[in-house]
């Protein structure tokens, strides 16, 4: 990654930022990262990120696997805040039929996959106390409507995922900006890339500032570039005048 591209990311975002500043106004943002099941390396980092800039992140674990190692982990943590993230995290589509993977999507029977998500629910506010927001975070961001009508039914009444636009309703929160590129080879996009997809979300957000714009980040998944993108993001935009970073139980309204 060249310095001049880093260099171009850092003002693009600025410049972004400020015209929100000039006019009084501020951009929301929030963050949510996946995958999370045990203390590990990559967890320790993420956690010294938030730590460094006090941005809260909304760590989505998988409750079936999900350790009291990593509920004695978080303990302590100010900034760390957990999603419910499905049951076991496991594909039930059909592959073979070119089906895109999901956990709770059109071929679970809804009866079966709430009960997973009551349970998951309970071993999660079991475990984390207080840090758990009743909100789902459905595996691979695919979820059949019935299912999420059931979700908010149990008291699951926070639902993410990771799509352009904002669905109207309260409690549903997206995510828009993935740092890493998944397919040939899992890797950071790079600062071009970076900067397009700021440049999209924060031009919308001049005519519709009240949605905010999630980050997401898989921990396990990241190497040092795509750390490097979530400390250069935050040196800008945690303490911009421009940039608001409202708790995310509140941006749910759970």
């Known amino acids: 990654m060249s310095t001049r591209e880093l260099h171009i990311f850092r003002a693009a975002l600025t410049a972004h930022l400020d015209w929100f ?3 009084g106004k501020s951009a929301r943002f929030w963050w949510r990262d996946d995958d999370a099941i045990e203390p590990s390396p990559a967890l320790d980092r993420l956690l010294s990120i938030a730590n460094t800039y006090k941005v809260e992140v909304g760590l989505a674990v998988i ?7 990593l509920a004695d982990r978080l303990r302590e943590e100010p900034y760390a805040k ?6 076991r995290h496991k594909n039930h589509q059909r592959k073979d039929l070119g089906e895109k993977a999901a956990e709770f999507g059109s071929r679970r029977n809804p ?13 999660l506010e079991a475990l984390f106390g207080e ?3 009743p909100a789902f975070v459905p595996p691979w961001n695919r979820l059949s409507p019935e299912i999420a009508r059931g979700a908010q039914a149990i008291g699951l009444k926070g639902i993410s ?6 669905a109207p309703d309260p409690h549903r929160l997206q995510t828009h900006i993935d740092m890493i590129k998944w397919k040939k080879g899992r890797r950071f996009i790079g600062w071009p890339a970076a900067a397009m997809r700021f440049d999209l979300q924060m031009t919308r957000r001049r005519n519709a500032p009240s949605e905010p714009i999630g980050i997401l980040s898989h921990h396990l998944a990241m190497e040092d570039d795509s750390f490097r993108f979530l400390e250069e993001t935050f040196a800008i935009a945690a303490a911009h005048p421009g940039a608001q970073w409202p708790p995310i139980r509140d941006l749910f309204a759970v």
């Open 21 to 23: 500043a000039e006019r």
């Open 63 to 69: 409750p079936e696997p999900a350790t009291e190692a």
């Open 82 to 87: 957990v999603l419910l993230h499905g049951w």
């Open 111 to 123: 009866a079966e996959a709430i009960d997973e998500l009551r349970r998951g629910k309970a071993r």
């Open 131 to 133: 840090a758990f927001i």
């Open 161 to 166: 995922s990771f799509t352009w636009f904002h």
